[in-house]
């Protein structure tokens, strides 16, 4: 399995900008579909963007289309997450997920590599 490391996450205002990454060791990250999740208190964990292999194929959950832009770098083996316009309800640890069984997919229950995730809290 793949080691995943998140950081960025912090405290911003509500309409502020924030991004966050993922650094992906010990697999061959850049043959790898990845994605983001994200998890309030009292809630279950939920999908927020994915990302193919080659950067070329994305999606979004409706709630931060036009507002969240998934990214990658093969190169650096860093996958990114670039938050704008955010509201208090994005509130929530964000975790990357990578090395899913089936793809696409929206669902947690199909990624068998996770990293531990990064608090990312916005005040109204």
């Known amino acids: 399995q793949m080691q995943l490391v998140e950081s960025g996450g912090g405290l911003v205002a509500a309409g502020g900008s924030l991004r966050i990454s993922c650094a992906a060791s010990?697999?061959?990250?850049?043959?790898?579909?990845m994605a983001w999740f994200r998890q309030a208190p009292g809630k279950e964990r939920e999908f927020v963007a994915r990302?193919?292999?080659?950067?070329?194929?994305?999606d979004y959950h409706d709630s931060v289309k036009g507002r969240f832009t998934i990214s990658r770098d093969n190169a650096e083996n860093i996958l990114y997450l670039q938050m704008n316009s955010l509201k208090p309800e994005d509130t929530a640890v964000y975790f990357c997920?990578?090395?899913?069984?089936?793809?696409?997919?929206?669902?947690?229950?199909?990624?068998?590599?996770w990293g531990r995730g990064t608090q990312v809290t916005v005040s109204s």
């Open positions: 997920a990578a090395e899913a069984r089936r793809w696409p997919t929206t669902d947690a229950a199909d990624f068998l590599s």
């Open positions: 010990g697999g061959t990250y850049r043959m790898f579909a």
């Open positions: 990302i193919n292999w080659n950067g070329r194929n994305f």
